[in-house]
C-alpha cells in the first residue's frame, strides 16, 4: 500500500495551521487543534517552527490565567504582521490600483492611478505598473528589499503558471508574458492572474464568503469574470487558466446566438447604450473613461433607453446565473462590478429571471447577494493571493516566494 509523501503531509498540516491562526486568530493552541484535527503534539511542533520563523507570535491574554499551567498567562497565537510585505496590483481600462499590505492582508497604503491602458503598449503598462509599486511600497515607509512578492490581477484569459496573459482588454496583443516582464523591473516575485480569482480570494477572506468553504462570485465589470471557491479552494484548471463566463454562448430576445459578454458586459451596455444615443452622449458613453457614471446618473433619471438595455443585460446574465445554480448549486453567489452598482435596474430583471429558471427543488439552495467594494478591494485581493503563497499552501503552483529577512 502506498504511503502519504511526509514532506507533502508536513506542508499540508503547517499550511492548515497558518490558516487557521490567520482566520481565527488570536488563537489557542487547543482551538488549532480543533479547528485542524490535528493533535496537539503536531500542532506543538508546527506552532514551535512558526514562531521561530517569526511568521506567528504569541501573545498573553491580559489578566486571564491558566489554572492548569501554574498561573501563567494564558497564550494565544496571531500571524506577525511584520513577518512580510506584499503588494496587490489591478489593472482596468481606465485605472490602475495598487496596495501594499503587512503579513495579515492589512493595507498600509493604497492608491491609484487614472490612465487609459488600452491605449498603452504591454512595455508602457510594465512601466506603469512598476512606477506605481514603488511608490505605494515608499509610501508606506517601505523598501522593495522588503516586498516579499507582486501579484497583478487583469480582466482576460490569464495563464497563472506561465504568468501570460492570453488575452484581455488591458493589452493589444495577445500572450503577454507580463509576469516577467515585471519582475524584470522589480526584482522581486511576481504573479500574475485573472482579476475575479482575486476579488473571489477577497470574499473569502474578507467579505461575503467569509466562513463558507463553497461559493461563487460573478464579477460584472467592463468584461464579465467568474471565481470559484470549492472546499476552501480558488478552483483553476489544470493548467492554471480559471473559467470565462463572458465567452458562454446565450440566445437574444431577437434569437440570435451571441456571447454574454457581447450583451451583459459594462463594455456592451455601454455601447448599445451609446448606439441609442445622439452622437454628443454617445462620447460621453464611450470615449470620456467617464460611461459608467454617466449611464448610472442616466438610469437614476429613468432614462427608458438605459433601462431597457440595463433590463436586457439582467435577464441574459440571470439566464447563466440559473444555470450555475443547477450546475453547482452553491450556497451563496455574489455578485460584484461596477455594473451591479446600477442596482434595481439591472438586478430586478436579473434576480426575477434567476428565479423564474432556476431548476424545480433548487430555488431555496442559493443566496444571491451583491457586494460594493472600493477600487482598492481588488488589490487587496491580489495581495492576499501572494500571501496565500506565502503561507505555504501545498496546492500553489507558483514556486517559492522569498519572505523579507528577519530584522
Known sequence: MKTADPELMRAINRFHVVDAIRRFGPIARVEICE?????????????????????????????????????????????????????????????????????RADVLESLTVPVRLARQSAAVIADLVEDGVRRSVADAGL????????????????????????????????????????????????????????????????????GLDD????????SLGLGIIHRGEVFRAPNGLGPDLGDLLVRTPTGADVRLGEVASGAAILAEIAARSEPERAELLTGSGRGIIVARDLAE?????????????????????????????????????????????FLGPLTRTVEAWTPGGLGDVTEIVHQRWGDDIWARGAAAMTLRNLYGSPWNTTGPVTRRPPR
Open 35 to 103: 479547528r485542524t484535527e490535528l493533535s496537539p503534539t503536531t500542532v506543538s511542533a508546527i506552532t514551535a517552527a512558526l514562531i521561530d520563523d517569526r511568521l506567528i507570535m504569541p501573545i498573553a491574554i491580559g489578566g486571564v490565567r491558566d489554572e492548569t499551567a501554574r498561573g501563567r498567562p494564558r497564550v494565544q497565537l496571531t500571524l506577525n504582521p511584520d513577518a512580510a510585505y506584499v503588494v496587490g496590483v489591478k489593472l482596468a481600462p481606465d485605472q490602475i490600483t495598487v496596495a501594499t499590505t503587512n503579513f
Open 143 to 210: 523598501t522593495m528589499a522588503q516586498v516579499a512578492g507582486v501579484c497583478v490581477g487583469l480582466p482576460g484569459i490569464v495563464a497563472r503558471d506561465a504568468g501570460v496573459c492570453r488575452r484581455s482588454p488591458i493589452f493589444g496583443e495577445r500572450d503577454v508574458p507580463f509576469a516577467a516582464a515585471l519582475a524584470a523591473r522589480l526584482a522581486v516575485p511576481v504573479t500574475l492572474d485573472n482579476d475575479v480569482n482575486l476579488v473571489t480570494l477577497a470574499e473569502h477572506w474578507f467579505g461575503r464568503g467569509r
Open 215 to 222: 461559493f461563487l462570485v460573478v464579477s460584472v465589470e467592463q
Open 301 to 345: 433619471a429613468g432614462d427608458a433607453d438605459v433601462t431597457a438595455v440595463l433590463a436586457q443585460a439582467g435577464v441574459a446574465l440571470g439566464l447563466v446565473v440559473a444555470n450555475l445554480i443547477a450546475l453547482f448549486a452553491p450556497p451563496r453567489i455574489i455578485l460584484v462590478g461596477a455594473v451591479v452598482d446600477f442596482g434595481p435596474p
